[in-house]
């Protein structure tokens, strides 16, 4: 074979391989260039991946810092915020009548003994009348037995009538404390009033939750409902529905955390205070009552709650919400970042899985920075790789 030959054929081989490295394949313009630069461990067996700042990729991870929490002993409890029965009055009338004015509103903070509401009451009228009756029959029976002693120590009168004006005197005391009694009672011990004005005043200091009583309201002492219902917010409890199969796994004095909707990652703390002695026959559940410290007022009677009873509250676990949580097989992963831009896919042992959030027994510390939104798109990613 010549030289040129030889040279041709070299020449053609070469712009073939030039051609096939160029071609880029039916239906695109060029080729894709890779998302993400990829690197793996295999001494640890955990896998990396890598994005350029620019990268869009970013935009769909979302990131959250690890904190950790006491070890939980159950899921979250379906539980309800209630007013602490210790710090709470229900205030009815005591006696029968009309309300004339009103003089709290719901939501307004109260002393004690501060006028709530004023009413005409006739009842309240005849309880005015009694004492004033008792008062003026005592010093008509005092002024009698006195007169009695005298003529008897003048050997004027027997000694029968001298015991009968002593006894219709002690009758007479017996009345006015009575009378005195009932009326100290109705006035909470702030004395008379004018006419037949019945005052109703608050029992404790606190706020006004709920008031049921308007201007010209007729209300009564055997009313179902009461007029007003005064409270201190800073004292809450919390009531767990407690399911049958748990109840051998709390005790009193037991901490629990306690999760609302209102404040996402607020967490507030409290300690079971009683356990009920009844199980409900219709839900088979039963009622278990915590105290909370509730100074910054954020809890609200009525609230819906998630109580988690603590197993051990000097050993913390992270926990991290489930759409962090990526499964294969018999085991969890997460992604963690390790510098901005690069995750490392690792894995982890689960302790407690509730419902929307996890504890990490092992494979996680405090602080570091987890993908909560965008795993399966990272998982996507490694799969696509390997």
């Known amino acids: 074979m ?28 060029r080729p894709e260039a890779p998302r993400a630069e990829t690197s793996t461990r295999t001494n640890g067996g955990s896998n990396l991946l890598h994005y350029a700042p620019d990268s869009p990729e970013l935009a769909y991870i979302q990131l959250s810092a690890v ?55 006739p009842e309240f009228g005849s309880a005015l009348a009694d004492f004033a009756k008792s008062e003026a029959d005592l010093r008509q029976k005092e002024s009698v037995s006195e007169r009695a002693r005298t003529l008897f120590d003048a050997g004027v009168l027997a000694r029968k009538d001298l015991e009968t004006a002593l006894t219709d005197l002690r009758q007479a005391h017996v009345e006015h404390s009575r009378a005195q009694s009932r009326l100290a009672n109705l006035t909470q011990g702030r004395g008379r009033t004018k006419g037949e004005e019945f005052v109703l005043r608050a029992p404790i200091a606190g706020v006004v939750a709920e008031r049921k009583v308007n201007p010209g309201n007729e209300v009564r002492p055997d009313a179902p409902d009461p007029l007003f219902v005064l409270t201190d917010p800073a004292h809450v409890w919390v009531i767990i529905d407690l399911p049958e199969k748990y109840l051998g796994k709390v005790s009193v004095g037991q901490k629990v955390l306690i999760e609302v909707d209102a404040y996402p990652g607020g967490d507030f703390w409290g300690q ?34 998630r109580v988690t009873p603590i ?6 676990l992270p926990r991290i ?66």
């Open 321 to 386: 919400p489930n759409a962090a949580l990526v499964t294969q097989g018999l085991y969890s992963y997460v992604f963690v970042e390790k510098e901005p831009g690069t995750f490392e896919r690792r894995r982890i042992v689960l302790g407690l899985q509730g419902r929307d959030e996890s504890y990490v027994k092992d494979g996680l510390a405090e602080g570091e920075r987890v993908v909560i939104g965008g795993s399966l798109l990272l998982n996507a990613e490694i799969a696509g790789i390997h």
């Open 67 to 121: 904190a950790a929490l006491p070890e939980p002993l159950l899921e979250p409890l379906n539980a309800r915020v209630a007013y602490d029965e210790n710090y709470t009055a229900r205030v009815s009338s005591p006696v029968a009548g009309r309300v004339v004015r009103i003089g709290a509103s719901p939501g307004d903070p109260m002393q004690r003994r501060q006028a709530l509401a004023w009413l005409d009451s």
């Open 272 to 305: 079971i205070a009683a356990i009920g002695e009844v199980l409900d026959p219709a839900t088979r559940r039963v009622p278990v009552r915590c105290v909370v410290d509730n100074a910054g007022r954020r809890l609200k009677p009525e609230m819906y709650a």
């Open 2 to 29: 010549s030289r040129r030959t030889v040279l041709i054929a070299v020449a053609l081989a070469a712009a073939g391989l030039g051609t096939y490295y160029y071609y880029p394949g039916p239906g695109h313009g």
């Open 311 to 316: 197993a051990d509250e000097r050993r913390k």
